[in-house]
């Protein structure tokens, strides 16, 4: 089993930058992909960034990519997400999730574990 906890949500305003961590505990042994996805009031989990455990390949959704900057260290077991030039469509639920076959996958089916999400909220 592995935990994961976020950390790093807030009220900001249009313009913030914003970093969130993501901090995995337990069975974290192997490569491992790790990924944020966030969910709006009312809308389904979406696709943020994902990373490799095995090669570090990143993969963005469209919307995000060159804002968002997704990052690890294995050292420390955490996952970061750099959001810049945040605006208020990015109010949110913001989760991590891992997949133990390390795939990087958009789809969040094939994310074993979940966090218990942290919310940003953007003010304009």
């Known amino acids: 089993q592995v935990q994961l906890v976020e950390s790093g949500g807030g009220l900001v305003r249009t313009g913030d930058s914003l970093r969130l961590s993501c901090v995995a505990s337990?069975?974290?042994?192997?490569?491992?992909?790790a990924a944020w996805f966030r969910q709006a009031p009312g809308k389904g989990r979406s696709f943020l960034a994902s990373?490799?455990?095995?090669?570090?390949?990143?993969y963005y959704a469209t919307s995000v990519q060159g804002r968002f900057t997704i990052s690890r260290d294995n050292d420390k077991n955490t996952v970061y997400l750099q959001m810049n030039n945040l605006i208020p469509e990015d109010t949110s639920v913001y989760y991590c999730?891992?997949?133990?076959?390390?795939?990087?996958?958009?789809?969040?089916?094939?994310?074993?574990?979940w966090g218990q999400g942290t919310k940003i909220t953007v003010s304009s």
């Open positions: 999730a891992d997949d133990s076959f390390d795939r990087g996958s958009y789809a969040a089916a094939e994310y074993d574990y």
């Open positions: 990373i490799r455990g095995s090669d570090s390949r990143t």
């Open positions: 337990g069975s974290t042994t192997g490569a491992y992909a």
